[in-house]
């Protein structure tokens, strides 16, 4: 299994609302990562997590909450959004190497999120 | 700064032309070097990647890219593009020592005409 799902594909909520994101891996990737994608843009990489902890955080504001509850899942807890929090959430995850090697990050589609 | 330049944000090709994209990177420690394409709502596909050796590199669909470390470089051809080729092209880099972490250029869109 070489793939990265995402759940769900599209997400439509409001400024008060509480979602959360979910991206799941059986590839025995121990790295896992959240980018953000406004349209027209590269992706924004948000946070890492390798071996379940959080070891990356972009400066990303804390109405974005990851969690990475297992070495297959990682999720991304939404709350008080505001509209130009709308983008494609794209998750991604790899293998861990040593610091002179490069470990391939494999994506997955996405959840394209509305915020109203 | 280390920093990734697609020197085109739009490329518009007929089918069966040749196509070329072009990226250059700035850096002072060595690289890795990535091709990614986006087709419309989907996510990243790796097209092809330089860690090391030769530095003609050949990926899917008929791409290749080479890398030119003097003029910090790694433009991305295809001799004869189709249709289902029109999409968004990233170029990324990976900084050695830098871990897993990628930059990536703005994007290339390559709009295919029949």
């Known amino acids: 299994d070489t793939e990265v799902t995402q759940t769900p594909k599209h997400l439509v909520m409001g400024m008060t609302n509480k979602k959360s994101l979910k991206c799941e891996q059986h590839m025995g990737h121990r790295a896992m990562y959240w980018y953000k994608q406004k349209a027209k843009k590269p992706p924004e990489l948000m946070f890492v997590y390798s071996y379940e902890k959080l070891s990356i955080n972009e400066s990303v504001p804390s109405r974005f909450s990851p969690e990475c509850p297992n070495s297959s899942l990682l999720n991304l807890h939404l709350h008080a959004l505001q509209p130009e929090d709308s983008a494609l959430y794209l998750c991604a995850s790899s293998h861990i190497g040593g610091t002179s090697s490069y470990n391939e990050q494999f994506f997955g589609p996405g959840t394209r999120l509305t915020v109203l | ?114």
């Open chain 2, 1 to 114: 700064a280390q920093s990734v330049t697609q020197l085109d944000s739009q490329v518009p090709v007929f089918e069966e032309a040749p196509v070329e994209l072009r990226c250059n990177y700035s850096s002072s420690v060595s690289v890795y070097l990535f091709w990614y394409v986006q087709y419309p709502n989907q996510g990243l596909q790796l097209l092809l990647k330089y860690l090391s050796g030769s530095t003609l590199v050949k990926g899917i669909n008929g791409f290749e890219a080479e890398f030119n470390k003097s003029q910090t470089s790694f433009h991305l051809r295809k001799p004869s593009v189709h249709i289902s080729d029109t999409a968004e092209y990233f170029c990324a880099v990976s900084f050695k020592a830098a871990g897993n972490k990628l930059t990536f250029g703005g994007g290339t869109r390559v709009l295919v005409k029949p």
